[in-house]
């Protein structure tokens, strides 16, 4: 992936950032990004969908029946509205979910329809599959404290977007 660094290379791009501890966090972050986003995103490919795409349909399984506000997908998502409308539209295309009344779209409830469930259903499996190979070098404790560790800097940089606005 360019801009990505390989392995090999830590020790040079440890030389670059020195002993700074908060750039080396953050590059290794985004290098592991580096190397997750592909394998998923390929395993997704063989389903005929995208990350976003099954992210959403993983969104909306949760809804009630009457369906989730476009509004409210963006915000689990984290994406911008006009992504949002962008993703429903192809959703929509391949029958995965449908809209309701469509007079305001920023208030339109979206819900799964029985062929996204159906798909939703056999990705998981092959998805929870790869995921588990793709993690497979840690323990369940090193899971654990990772996903700890994670959470508190996400919601840390959410309360940090949400301040700069």
Known sequence: MPGIAADDDLAH???CLGEDLDAMLVF???RTHGYLGPSIDAGLRRKNLTAAQFNTLLVLRTANPQGMLMGEIGERLVVTKSNVTGLIDRLETQRLVT???RKDRRATAVRLTKAGAQ???QALPQHAELLTELTSCLSRSEKHTLIRLLTKLRRELRHHRKRSE
């Open 119 to 121: 798909l939703l259903d």
């Open 13 to 15: 791009v440890q030389t």
């Open 28 to 30: 290794n972050i985004l």
């Open 99 to 101: 809209r309701g009344d």
